[in-house]
Structures are given as C-alpha cells and as structure tokens.
C-alpha cells in the first residue's frame, strides 16, 4: 500500500498519458502570410518541422499577442545559461509558476492557486491526475517549454483553471549540426550531453536526429544520490509533395538512493517550531526510487490544397516505477515511521485527428480547426508483502527524536509481489475551434469540446466505476487598439474528473466551474519587447481538499470545497537593446473558500521573476546575467494540529560565460548566491531548499 500522503503512483501517475489535444500547426511566429507553395519542398520541409509554437487556448494558428490567454515561454538559450537539466529547474524561470517539491522524487506545479493537472509533449495531452510529477525529467531533449496560463477545457478536453505545461520536443533540421557538453558541479555532480542532427538524404528530403544525456551526482540532503539517462532520436521527412511523416522513440532512466517519501516534520509538540540542519532528512540509507519512462510516437501532417492541413498522431507511453521507501510522521508526542515497497507499471495509447485552415466569408478570411481523439491507459500497483506496510494496515516503528542516523531502521525482509490497485482509463473527444475576422481589428474565437471520459478499477479491494461526459465551451474576443496594443477577454467551461478519494476510499465527484479572463499585450521597441497584463477570475466547486485526517490503509481524506480565484499577472519579455534580454514577471492573487475566507494557504499570495541576460559591446565574447525567483510567505497545519510557516524569501542565481572560440564556451553557474535558507514547499509536506552551489560546464557545438 501506499499511505500519507498520496500514493506515489496509484492515481499519480495512472492518468499521466490519458487526454489528447488539439496538435501544434503552422508557423505561428511568422506574422500572417501566405501559405507555402507544397512545390518547394524544402522550405515546407523547413516550415513544418522547425517553426512550431504553441496554438494556445484555441488550438488555431495563432502568435502569442494574439492568443487571448497569458501565455510565457522558457527557451532553449534561457535553460543552458542558468543550467537547468531537468524540467522542474527550467519551469522556476516562467513567470506565475511554482515548483512545489514536497517530496525529493514527487513534484506539483501550481499556477494561479490550483495544481497545474495538464502537460502536454508537442501539443498532446498528458494530464498528471493530481498535477504530481515522479522524477526529474530531463530537458535536454526539449527545444521550448510553453506555459499557457488559465482554463485549459478546449485545449486538453477536461481541466481546471490553473493553466497547461507543454514541452516542445527538439526535431531534425535541415543541415548537419550537433553539440557536445560537460559539467561538473556541487556535490559531486557530473553530467555529459550530445545532440546531433542531419540530412539522412542527398535532397534533404528526410532529417534524423538524436539526443542523448548521462548526469549523476549527490545532493545537499543526507543520503540522497541520484543518476540520470535520457535517449531520444526523431526522423521525419517529405512523402510525396504535400505530407511530412515523423517518427520518435525515447528513454529515461532515472534512479535515486536516500529518498524521502514524505518529509520533515517541523513543529514540537509545545506547538514552537524547529529549526533543522539544510541537509535534514527522515529517509533510511537503503530506500530507493526507480523510474523508467519510455515513449513512442508517430505524426503525419498533410497539406490539402493550399489553405488547410490534415494532421494524425498516435503516440505511446509507459512508466515504470520501482520504489522501497520509509515514512516517518508524529503521533501524539513521539515520531514514528513505517516501510513500504512496490512496482507498478502504466502504459497509455493516444491518437489524435484534425484538420486545420483558413476560408473566405463575407470578403473577411477566417480560421478553423476540426478534430477528434481517443485515448486510454491502464495501470497495475502492487506492493511487497511482508512490508510494515504490507498489504493492510501499517504498523508503527517507534523512532528516536529527530534527528536521527540513516542506519537507524533495518531494510524489511520484502516478500512477493502482491496486486493493490488497478486503474483503466478512456476519453473520446470532438472538438472544434473558430476565429472570425469581424473587422480589421476586432477577432472572435468561439470554440466547443465534447468529451466522454470513463474509468473503473480497484483499490484495497474496494471497487469504483464512473462513466461521465461533458460538452464545455470557449470564447474569446481581441480587439486591436493600435498596431501595438491588444486588448482581449476570454471565457472557458471548467469540468475535471478527480482521482481523490473521500474515507471510503470512493473517488469524489469531478469538480466543476468557470474562468475568465481579460488582459492587454503590447509590442515595444520596435517589437523586440512584449509586454501583457491579465486580470483573471476562476470558480472551482467540489475541488478536492485534504482534510487532515487518514483512512484505514493509512491513505489520506478529501473532501470536496469550492474555491475562488481572483488576480493578476504582469510579464514583460524580450530584448530591451542588441545586448540586454529580459524576461520579468509578477502574480498576485486571492484564493477564498466557501465562506468567503482565505484558503489554500500553502499557495504564496504574491510571486515574482526575472531573467536577466548581458553581453559587453566591447566583449562580445563573454556573457553574463542573473535570475531570481521571489514568493510571498506561506503555511500549512502539520499532521500535529500546528501550523508550520515559512517567511517571504528571494533566490538569487547567476552566470558568466566566455565564448573561448566561436564554437565554444565556458559557463560558471552559482545558484542561491545568498545562501538563503528556506523551506520549499508545504504543500503537503517540505524540506530545506539547496544551500549555495556551483557548476562549471563547457558547451562546443559543430
């Protein structure tokens, strides 16, 4: 079994693959042009494979100014100068997102107050269930991580109003290129990286690609060693004038000793709270937590005529997860703690069809997108008999007070494998999209979803089964004011199925609601700068809220609340001269319960960022710049019945690079230069975020 706080992969991670979207098309950073002729195949091949860019909230083909949703995007460039190798390092940079690690192998993004339930790979669904993501997931292979704030009920078929993550996978480009890195950090963390692309023909009609990072290292935390591989190769190519076929498989493997599950516990039982070592942890030497990822894909993208396309995804993933870990939390007076050990497997099918252009009406050209998907995904937990946790109830180890050793509690003597949890999974949707040209500067986009969803499965033995569909509308208006400014409004059905469980262990029922927004956009100088303000409003009812308390398998409770978003977000993105980049960004929000007080209080009220990026016009070989995160002080009531807090605090990091030859640089990264000490999350529970630390790396590309 897996008790508190959440099972880390029963309903995680078994929903991780299930729902479709509507697929990136077309060039949306080239401002509207005309179609490319099918008869220059290079340039379509061109077009096609590299000039992809989110479709927002619409699914159409759309730039970023004129989505009428908040929009921000974490490149390439951004990620390997302040050197983030996995996803959750490169999700701090974008503006109103917080990377809630409550556990060292579990992650929650958050997103105007409410877990981020939607990620996406090249535009196809991949709802984390919860919003928890198992492992760090490298970035190496992605080219732009897109972060499309708000309701997300169009874009992935059923969401909330927290927004969607979707990661761009690298393709292959049309001439030979390739890069190989070396770094070498704090705590002893090593990590080598290639990537390598190529014409596979003479006509450069076909291009393959392949990825490949190795990194493994220690950690500031006792005990806690992790080591990483990543695999990725991609081929696509022209078939015939007007199709282009893609193919790609991946692999990670991504293992760890030391591991937490759960976290440290903070309050005394004279309700002061304590103040423990950066490198505290509750873990035992022998727990350890593996994952292996593999994924599959395959697209077909085919121009009809010279306005529309016809696009066919199907794409396959499986996770494997095989974990030994140990918990400790306080009962009454004294810490005690249990083992647990398991494997599970998920596997997930999703294929996608639409078809996407542009048509005349009333003298005014006009977009369209038609599509439907299918998706499914089945899971199997099971869990080591003979455990203290076993396949029943878990009994209690009397610990010593905290802290204590790493060889403190002996490895239990794991038994066979025994099943606890089975979940199958479905969702069928049709969907389409619309933006009408009223006039020349005002634009509606009016879309609809249907979607029927379905799952049944076991758990503990006790055994559930729902089957609901749901039709949700989206709409949106921007009005040009000026050549520069934009002004929008948008709206979005909210309905999202819930894999929480109340103290029966029944599934609660799918939370509902509505999100709306308005904002402005406007373009600076010379359009090298963007800059946008939202205003936003979400109502969730019955969103499932943890009460504290615990069933019999030791699982914690929930119960249905409504809860109310109200904010803002300002973001400015872009280059300010030749030689500084900026990206800046600050939300503000109120979250309020049914009646009408603050809610959610683990959720910082007030969060900022910046990314700052130089270079020397008398030295154009060497760069430099800085990044910050900021968030607003935050609580939570431990398991105790006290509430632990933690003060506002800013994270300051750093780099300087010199470029040793044209093809060649030498980066020194420093992150938390101030050595700020702080709890980094309470969401569900929290532990020292990392102390000052180093890396060195060098980058040569051919």
């Not at 880390?8 to 929903?15: D, G, K, M």
Request: proline share 4%; net charge neutral; glycine share 10%.
């Amino acid at each position: 079994m897996n008790p508190h706080p959440l099972r880390p992969v029963v309903r995680s991670i078994a929903l991780m693959t299930l729902i479709v979207q509507p697929p990136l098309m077309g060039a949306a950073w080239a401002q509207a042009s005309a179609p490319v002729e099918p008869t220059l195949k290079e340039v379509t091949i061109v077009q096609q494979r590299e000039d992809r860019v989110s479709s927002g909230a619409t699914g159409l083909d759309l730039d970023i100014k004129e989505t009428p949703q908040s929009i921000s995007i974490v490149t390439t460039e951004q990620m390997r100068d302040f050197g983030t190798s996995n996803l959750n390092e490169a999700l701090r940079l974008s503006t109103g997102i917080i990377v809630d690690e409550w556990e060292t192998n579990r992650t929650t993004f958050t997103a105007r107050g409410f877990d981020i339930a939607n990620t996406q790979i090249d535009g196809v669904g991949l709802p984390n269930d919860w919003g928890i993501v198992t492992g760090a997931m490298d970035s190496f292979g992605y080219e732009k991580i897109e972060v499309i704030r708000g309701a997300n009920g169009l874009l992935t078929g059923v969401g909330n109003a927290a927004g969607t993550i979707n990661f761009v996978r690298k393709r292959p480009t049309n001439k030979e290129q390739g890069s190989l890195g070396l770094s070498y950090g704090s705590w002893g963390t090593t990590r080598v990286e290639a990537d390598y692309s190529r014409p596979l023909t003479a006509d450069r009609r076909w291009a393959g690609r392949v990825v490949a990072a190795r990194e493994e290292g220690g950690s500031h935390l006792r005990s806690f060693d992790r080591e990483r591989t990543f695999l990725y190769g991609v081929v696509d190519g022209q078939v015939g004038d007007n199709g282009l076929l893609t193919l790609g498989l991946s692999h990670q493997q991504s293992d760890s000793t030391g591991n937490m599950w759960g976290a440290l516990t903070f309050m005394n039982a004279d309700g002061t709270q304590n103040a423990w070592g950066r490198n505290a942890s509750t873990t035992q030497d022998w727990t350890r937590w593996d994952t292996t990822t593999k994924t599959a894909f395959v697209e077909y993208a085919h121009q009809i005529g010279m306005d529309w396309q016809l696009k066919l995804a199907y794409n396959y993933r499986a996770i494997d997860n095989d974990s030994k870990l140990f918990y400790a939390f306080p009962s009454g007076s004294s810490l005690v703690g249990y083992a647990w050990g398991g494997k599970d497997t998920m596997d997930a099918h999703l294929a996608t069809a639409t078809v996407n252009g542009r048509f005349e009406m009333l003298g005014r050209q006009h977009e369209a997108l038609f599509g439907v998907s299918w998706a499914k995904s089945e899971y199997t937990g099971n869990g080591y008999a003979g455990s203290d946790c076993g396949a029943s109830a878990c009994s209690a180890i009397a610990l010593p007070g905290f802290p204590y050793p790493g060889n403190l509690v002996p490895e239990p003597q794991w038994g066979p494998l025994a099943l606890e949890s089975t979940l199958n999974q479905k969702l069928q949707r049709a969907f389409g999209t619309m933006r009408f040209t009223l006039t020349d500067r005002l634009k509606a986009v009016v879309g609809v979803n249907h979607a029927q969803y379905s799952r049944d499965g076991t758990s503990y033995g006790v055994a559930s089964d729902l089957s609901r569909s749901k039709t949700s509308p989206y709409t949106g208006l921007t009005f040009e004011f000026t050549p520069s400014v934009l002004g929008y409004v948008s709206y979005s059905d909210l309905y999202f199925p819930q894999s929480q469980a109340d103290a029966n262990d029944r599934y609660l029922d799918p939370s509902k609601g509505t999100n709306y927004e308005a904002g402005l956009k406007a373009d600076w100088l010379d359009k090298r700068l963007l800059t946008s303000v939202a205003v936003f409003q979400a109502k969730q009812s019955g969103l499932a809220t943890p009460t504290g308390t615990y069933n019999q398998n030791g699982q914690a409770v929930y119960a249905p609340e409504d809860v109310k978003s109200t904010g803002v977000e300002l973001e400015a993105v872009g280059r300010l001269n030749n030689h500084i980049d900026l990206t800046a960004g600050y939300t503000t929000l109120k979250l309020t319960g049914p009646d009408g007080g603050d809610t959610y209080a683990w959720v910082p009220r007030h969060t900022a960022n910046l990314a700052l990026k130089a270079r020397l016009p008398s030295l154009p070989a060497l760069s430099f710049g800085t990044s910050a995160r900021w968030q607003s002080k935050i609580s939570n009531m431990e398991a105790s019945g006290f509430t632990v807090r933690q003060g506002s605090y800013a994270v300051l990091n750093a780099f300087v690079a010199w470029q040793l030859q044209p093809k060649t640089t030498l980066r020194f990264n420093v992150n938390n230069i101030t050595d700020q000490k702080y709890i980094n999350t309470l969401r569900y529970a929290g532990y020292y975020g990392a102390p000052r630390s180093y890396q060195l790396s060098l980058n040569h590309q051919f």
